[in-house]
């Protein structure tokens, strides 16, 4: 059965079940802001550590990093985002509403369309296409003009003094800035990368489309290091893309019809990039930007890092002492939310399903990758008889020390397993009055429905074999 998923849809299913609740909502909320929800946390919590192993434990050329998120303002002067860091902003000159003027040609044109477009062919090519404000209808737009994305606040216990600081808006430059620490630290040898996971906030115009775009989000970033005379970066660029693209099609295991490659125009590229390549995702409105899965970021930050701390920040060949360095970078860049967004669309399920009095029934399965899933075994007693709870209490506190279990009695089983397909959990097992005497029980599989009897002596060796 078709999986017809509207972002409505999912929205509600996501408050519903404890995945994402909308931000500050008894105060009526705070607009684009979301919480994640007990199930939302575990799923994010999953994804992160899927994404170290694979990235950093499992690979010997890669170390970790957790830089602070406040960090001295002249390191966004070095990284070039106090002056480039900016989006074109418009303003509907009659309900002086503002807009990302890209985006709403993007939202008309599409991405390809758009893509390098400068500033001053903004607002001409708005009235072109008789772009209306989404707000008043009207098509009345003034100039483009540069916005820059960066929260400015103060450091200090003084009211109306101390120091514009800023909320860091990547992730990747705390990891410039450790190179140094990090290479004398660990005695790295090139090529080798450094990862890192954690918030980074923009005041984006036009945030939207519930988690897609958002003020406050989460980045799992890579930098990756090397020495361009020993190593060609083309060849490393599609090796990164190789690699984040089996991340999202076998780790998040995204369908392939739903991913593509998008490579970056050269009016497009940031101001530190000479080549990106972004993984799209085709998201219920169209195809949107999931992650860059490489960007070719030259020695570009480490050289002005360099220029304005006054160290030095070169890299001394190992094999030939007078030989000094600055390394190269290849970024890939992922959005944890993003991707999360797109592992709930993909996953979402709508299948035909036998109800308990012999008619039909449609379910709403989610199917996660096991290693992804929030919860991954619930155990149902049939009823809440102490005979019942006395055998599945014990059982799901002790397979509660190797995965993350519910024990859940109340309501009926078949409204139980419905709710439990709705999260994503893998497997039911039911202990009903016959397992007071055969000391087995039933063990649903959520993707086939199937039920077998396993006793319970044998059973966390049966899920050690299965998730
Ligand atoms: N260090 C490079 C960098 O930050 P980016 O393309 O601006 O590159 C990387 O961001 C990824 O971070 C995006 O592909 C997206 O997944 C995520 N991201 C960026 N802005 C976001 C926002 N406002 N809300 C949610 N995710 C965002």
Not at 180 to 192: E, I
Not at 194 to 199: H, Y
Not at 349 to 376: C, H, I, N, Q, W
Not at 438 to 461: F, G, H, P, W, Y
Request: charged content about 25%; proline content about 4%; overall charge negative.
């Amino acid at each position: 059965m078709a999986s017809d998923i509207t972002m409505d849809k999912l929205v509600a299913l996501c408050k519903q079940r404890g995945f994402i609740f909308p931000g500050s909502e008894i105060y009526g909320g705070l607009a684009n802001s979301w919480d994640y929800g007990p199930l939302g946390v575990e799923l994010k919590n999953n994804l992160k550590q899927a994404w170290w192993k694979i990235f950093v434990h499992e690979r010997l050329d890669m170390v970790g990093l957790d830089a602070a998120i406040l960090m001295n303002p002249r390191v966004w002067e070095a990284s070039g985002h106090i002056s480039s860091f900016t989006d074109p902003l418009v303003d509907c000159k009659a309900c002086h509403q503002r807009f990302r003027g890209d985006k709403l040609l993007e939202d008309k044109l599409g991405v390809d369309a758009v893509a390098g477009i400068k500033l001053e062919e903004v607002q001409p090519r708005m009235m072109a296409e008789a772009i209306a404000c989404p707000a008043c209808k009207k098509i009345d737009w003034t100039e483009a003009k540069r916005f820059n994305l960066m929260f400015k606040t103060k450091q200090g216990v003084v009211d109306g003094e101390g120091a514009d600081i800023y909320l860091r808006p990547e992730t990747a430059q705390g990891i410039f800035v450790n190179f140094k620490n990090v290479v004398q630290s660990q005695l790295m040898r090139l090529p080798f990368g450094i990862a890192q996971i954690g918030k980074s906030f923009r005041n984006e115009i036009t945030p939207g489309n519930f988690t897609f775009r958002t003020r406050e989000f989460e980045q799992m970033e890579i930098e990756y290091f090397f020495d361009p005379e020993a190593t060609e970066w083309k060849g490393l660029f599609e090796d990164w893309k190789k690699s984040t693209m089996a991340f999202m099609s076998e780790t998040v295991g995204i369908h392939a019809d739903k991913l593509r490659f998008r490579d970056h125009a050269a009016d497009e590229l940031s101001h530190y990039s000479r080549g990106t390549t972004d993984i799209e995702f085709a998201f219920p409105w169209g195809w949107g930007e999931l992650c860059a899965a490489a960007a070719y970021r030259t020695d570009f930050d480490l050289t002005q890092h360099a220029q304005f701390s006054g160290e030095n920040l070169q890299y001394t060949d190992p094999d030939d002492n007078k030989r000094k360095i600055t390394p190269h970078v290849i970024e890939p860049s992922f959005g944890l939310d993003r991707t999360l967004l797109a592992l709930l669309l993909s996953s979402y399920s709508e299948e035909k399903a036998p109800t308990a009095d012999g008619g039909e029934d449609v379910r709403v399965v989610m199917k996660f990758p096991y290693r992804l899933a929030p919860v991954k075994i619930a155990i149902l007693p049939l009823s809440k008889k102490d005979e019942l709870t006395s055998i599945s209490l014990p059982l799901a506190q002790k397979l509660a020390k190797r995965w993350r279990v519910d024990h859940h009695s109340s309501q009926s089983i078949g409204k139980r397993y419905r709710r439990q397909d709705e999260v994503g959990t893998p497997f039911c097992v039911t202990v009903d009055f016959d397992t007071i005497t055969d000391n087995a029980v039933t063990v649903r599989d959520r993707d086939t429905m199937k039920q077998e009897r396993i006793a319970i002596a044998d059973l966390e060796s049966y899920f050690s074999s299965k998730l």
